[in-house]
């Protein structure tokens, strides 16, 4: 994947596919890496773009995405985070040109966790048995979980702390969660209750379950997409019939008003 720069410190991937949607992928703690199977899927199917920024605190996160958005004039766009980019994705809920949000293993609170416990966590990623032990399902291969340990680009304490008491947004139109059946992190008893008429799909995997379960994950994401555009399609078709008469109206009065001014 071929990131351009945007700003000093603000990377972008675009796939430039031409879609009536754009779906734009947030990295949360293990980086931009883990999203790697859902950018090859989608952009072939949809605009896709993923953000990179060097800082990885919220308020930078934040910031990175907001001017991605600006600069590429994106609209009709589907956020995507996981685990702390929920946060992120979350609060763009009210813009206009984001009609959804998905977030992957949604939580109402970010785990507070001391700085040993994250030094010592951090460690395990770069060990492929202890990194399944911890972020995945028992019968991952371990093919899998070596692989996801030597891509994993862990953000530093500071950054992980930046999101604790970022508050969930429960004003959400049009949003999916898909929730990993062996994250030990989140459950789907939090996904089903942060919104009565959120879109909810449980898939296999655990707390990377986008790279450990890409075809599960990727299905749930397509077939919610797919509802997505084919919504924008049909809205896009009303309001050209309604132009059309309009139009047509503006034009009926028109040859009426000169026919009275022949008249006279």
């Known amino acids: 994947m071929e990131f351009e720069p945007l700003e000093e410190d603000i990377e972008y991937y675009d796939s430039k596919t031409d879609s009536n949607i754009q779906i734009v992928f947030v990295p949360g703690i293990g980086g931009w890496k883990t999203w790697k199977h859902q950018l090859k899927y989608f952009s072939n199917r949809y605009r896709t773009l993923c953000v990179r920024t060097d800082d990885r605190d919220y308020e930078s996160s934040v910031k990175a995405l907001k001017t991605v958005l600006n600069r590429k004039q994106l609209d009709n766009v589907v956020l995507v985070g996981s685990d702390l980019s929920n946060r992120v994705v979350q609060s763009f809920s009210d813009r206009k040109t984001a009609i959804s949000t998905v977030m992957t293993n949604f939580s109402f609170e970010t785990p507070k966790v001391r700085r040993e416990t994250f030094k010592l966590v951090s460690s395990t990623c770069g060990k492929p048995k202890l990194l399944k032990k911890l972020f995945l399902s028992e019968n991952t291969n371990y093919r899998i ?102 139009l047509d109206e503006f034009e009926t009065q028109k040859t009426f008003q000169e026919q009275l001014e022949i008249r006279e």
Do not use: H
């Not at 692989?147 to 304490?157: I, N, T």
């Not at 990993?180 to 989140?186: K, P, T």
């Not at 996904?191 to 990377?208: K, Y």
């Open 145 to 246: 979980a070596r692989e996801l340990s030597e891509e994993l680009e862990l953000m530093d304490y500071s950054d992980y702390c930046s999101y604790s008491g970022i508050e969930s947004d429960t004003d959400i139109e049009n949003g999916l969660v898909i929730q990993a059946s062996d994250d030990r992190f989140s459950t789907l008893e939090d996904a089903i209750a942060l919104r009565p008429d959120i879109t909810v799909r449980e898939v296999a995997g655990g707390s990377f379950c986008f790279y450990e379960k890409p075809e599960e994950f990727n299905k749930a994401l397509a077939e919610f997409a797919d509802r997505l555009e084919s919504f924008i399609e049909s809205k896009q078709i009303r309001e050209k019939r309604e132009k059309n008469r309009s």
